[in-house]
């Protein structure tokens, strides 16, 4: 049994030396001329605005990437009235605003994340969203969730790349 164990596993360790071996050659085989590989470099970040009184940026730019922070209704500092499509209409007018502030334009969202106090609002949500921003939609996701701040029904934060 044991002639027959060695009669069969001798060739096949000798084709997984071989294997090995031509592997290893060309993991270590250094091209010849190294300048045409591509080099990272990694942007630093820009912060950009103030949150006026409150700790956090308008947005942060990252090579050409625009991260936004989030937007509730707000208008000459005070929530709009006229509930949540009024307020996702001025959160999405905000995000318009920074977009242009920041030299982006919608076309170039390509993130956003809805926050909702209550989830029966969604449909009335979306009408204005679909109304506000352009085909192709940028990928979304939606949350709900117990408070926002200043007593806001939504707020949207969104992520542009030029």
């Known amino acids: 049994m044991s002639k027959l164990i060695h009669t069969l596993t001798a060739p096949l360790s000798k084709l997984l030396l071989a294997?090995?071996?031509g592997l290893s050659m060309t993991?270590?085989?250094?091209?010849?001329?190294?300048?045409?590989h591509a080099t990272l470099s990694k942007s630093s970040p820009v912060f950009l605005g103030e949150?006026?009184?409150y700790p956090f940026s308008e947005a942060v730019r990252v090579g050409d990437t625009l991260y936004m922070s989030g937007q509730i209704g707000f208008k000459d500092g005070k929530l709009v009235k006229g509930g949540v499509k009024a307020e996702t209409k001025q959160a999405l007018d905000n995000i318009h605003a920074t977009l242009l502030k920041y030299g982006y334009q919608k076309s170039d969202?390509?993130?956003c994340m809805a926050m909702l106090t209550d989830m029966d609002d969604f449909a009335d949500f979306n009408d204005v969203y679909k109304?506000?921003?352009a085909k192709p939609y940028p990928v979304r996701?939606?949350?709900g969730v117990s408070e926002l701040a200043a007593?806001?029904?939504v707020e949207v934060e969104c992520i542009a790349v030029k």
């Open 151 to 153: 007593g806001a029904s």
């Open 109 to 111: 969202v390509v993130k």
């Open 141 to 143: 996701s939606a949350f």
């Open 131 to 133: 109304a506000t921003m």
């Open 51 to 53: 949150g006026g009184s």
């Open 19 to 21: 294997c090995a071996l």
């Open 27 to 36: 993991a270590t085989a250094a091209p010849a001329n190294t300048s045409q």
